[in-house]
């Protein structure tokens, strides 16, 4: 085949057709499943007390600690969806110098999408950077102008990074681009937008002027297939909530600081089920969901000055873990060999509903640290409430639904 009969923008226009269709198809399970309606009740509940706040919170309230956790992230992870696949890197490796029609169309979608993630924080932010600044806050486009300019220049050199032949110096490009990223914002929000802007010249004349002698691919095949199938296994994960997801990869980590505690867990054939699946929960990335999480939360609750949000974060983090939680159930679902031993399927639902009961407890003990130290002691009722509710939840209502999906799968 020649090289010029491959049309690379038709090939994206193919592949992300197929990507757009199969996302389609998991996403009305999803809204089937009532997710979309859970979003918009937390949405709508976040606004109410978000403006509840705000009219008491002071006005030299520090909320550039808000700024920075919610803008940083969004500006400065930025990754590029290339919809590439294994064999890319034989069939399309003779043609790499006419790829750039097809990475454009990548670069542009996850621009895009990146994009209005930025925005979407920057609304939410405005009402407490207005309430804080009053008349002293600058307009409201051009803040997001620099910060949209951010979001781009981030991006691009994302997909710069990825060209790099070694991965330290894209380890240190990717520090710098945070670094970067966190000062201009500092000074975005604490001077004005103009040294702002004068600052993020300065720093991308740096980062040019760093990165020129830096060895670079054409294109760097394995470490782009690599990310595709790290942000493919994500995008799985998330609607393996509502549906079975057959390509689901699982990505396996020791840990052995805490999957040494599946050690106190009896040698007895009843406990079987206990150990597969916290052995599953502690080596898998739902951990790290979790425990994210809670670290989010924790220091949520700990700068948060109203009671009522305290209360509300915390409700809500438990809320997620639990949701998150649920999807432990479908982890073994094809492994044939729990089927070729004499194991009693009866304690699989009780084990799995006791992990989910005990991670839940462990979260809200967390979660209950910072609430107490900085709230009356009447709402220590609101941890006690979230317990008896857990228990409820993990012993009879999700104990009976892995029941069901047992006999369903018999």
Known sequence: MSTMTIDTRTLWQQRFQHYMKESMGYWQYAAR??????????????????????QRLPTDYPYLWFVLLLLVPSIASSPIRTLVRSADRMFLLRIEHQMGTYFRGGYM???????????????????????CLGTNSQHFLWMLFLLLIMKIANLSASWQESRFAHERARLLSTSYRWIATIALIVIQFHYNVLWASAAAILLILIWLAATHFVSKYVIAWDYLIAKEKQQQARLYAFFNWFVDVPGLPTRITRRRWISGLTRFIPFRQDATYLYIYMKTLLRTELFSIVLRLTLIG??????????????????????????????LERAHRYTFWLDMYPLDRDTKAGSLAFIIWLVLLIELCILSIPLLIRSSL????????????????????????????????A
């Open 33 to 54: 499943s009532n997710f979309l309606g859970l979003v918009l009740f937390l949405v709508i509940l976040s606004s109410y007390y978000y403006a509840k706040i705000l």
């Open 378 to 409: 009447i709402y220590s009722l609101v941890p006690l409430s979230a317990l008896l509710l857990l228990t409820f939840i993990c012993g009879i209502v999700l104990r009976r639904r892995f029941q069901k999906n047992a006999l369903l799968e």
């Open 298 to 327: 924790t220091v949520a609750i700990a700068v948060s000055s109203s009671e009522t949000a305290r209360c509300f974060i915390m409700l809500v983090c438990l809320l997620i873990s639990l949701i998150q939680l649920t999807s």
């Open 109 to 131: 979608y996850s621009l895009a999408l990146q994009a209005f993630r930025t925005f979407l924080a920057w609304v939410v932010l405005w009402p407490l950077y207005h309430h």
